[in-house]
């Protein structure tokens, strides 16, 4: 089946150690995007990629970054992760922008400690 | 600030009725509506969307309504089933269904007993 793969499902890393979440996709969508969701709130867009363009939301920390080297792997940089970090990070698709609706991954939750 | 509030956080309902969920928004430019669905431990998926050029829109026992004045939406399930117990997202965006951006509410868990 085509689907969105984040891995790992839960990744636990320590205050100030740099983290890579991992998202695959095998829908050969344009665009992927990152989104952020911390307990009892909206998720929140990070950024996203349309191919290999990338696009940073303007709030957006700096500690955040993001690679796409090919059309099926995107991947989450946090280089300096905070305890304020700790969320659900949801990597979605599209065909093109909007497209009627994304394709979710499962989420990777991160903790920090 | 929050620009898509849904305001109930929860919100439990016999099998068998009518299911509403509601969400409002305070950006009027916002023209394209989405409603997601989140079982845990799953990702959101899309269930049904709505342009601002239509103020209803049904796929099923899905129905959402759209009134633009009120800036108000909501999604109607009937009947309800226990497998629509989830986590239901409304979603908005700028710029119709091509828009990239979509701005989340923070959900409604909606729990279907038998």
């Known amino acids: 089946d085509a689907m969105v793969i984040q891995n790992p499902r839960y990744q636990v890393t320590q205050f100030g150690k740099p983290v890579t979440l991992s998202c695959s996709q095998t829908l050969n969508h344009n665009v992927m995007y990152w989104y952020q969701q911390k307990s009892s709130q909206a998720p929140k867009l990070l950024f996203h990629y349309y191919d290999k363009d990338f696009n940073n939301e303007a709030d957006t920390p700096d500690n955040f970054q993001s690679r796409r080297p090919n059309t099926s792997f995107c991947f989450l940089d946090i280089r300096s992760p905070g305890l304020g970090d700790a969320a659900m990070y949801l990597c979605a698709t599209s065909r093109h922008y909007g497209d009627g609706g994304y394709t979710f991954g499962s989420g990777t939750r991160l903790t920090v400690v | 600030d929050q620009q898509v509030k849904q305001n109930s956080p929860s919100l439990s309902v016999q099998e068998g009725r009518i299911s509403i969920l509601n969400c409002d928004y305070t950006n009027s430019m916002f023209d394209y509506f989405l409603w997601y669905k989140k079982y845990p431990a799953e990702g959101p998926t899309f269930l049904i969307s709505?342009?601002?050029?239509?103020d209803k829109n049904e796929d099923g026992r899905f129905t959402v309504f759209l009134n633009k004045s009120a800036k108000h939406l909501s999604l109607h399930i009937v009947p309800s089933q226990p497998g629509d117990s989830a986590v239901y997202f409304c979603?908005?965006?700028?710029?119709?269904?091509?828009?990239?951006?979509?701005?989340f509410g923070k959900g409604t868990k909606l729990s279907v007993i038998p």
């Open positions: 979603a908005a965006s700028v710029g119709g269904a091509g828009s990239y951006q979509l701005t």
């Open positions: 709505i342009s601002s050029i239509k």
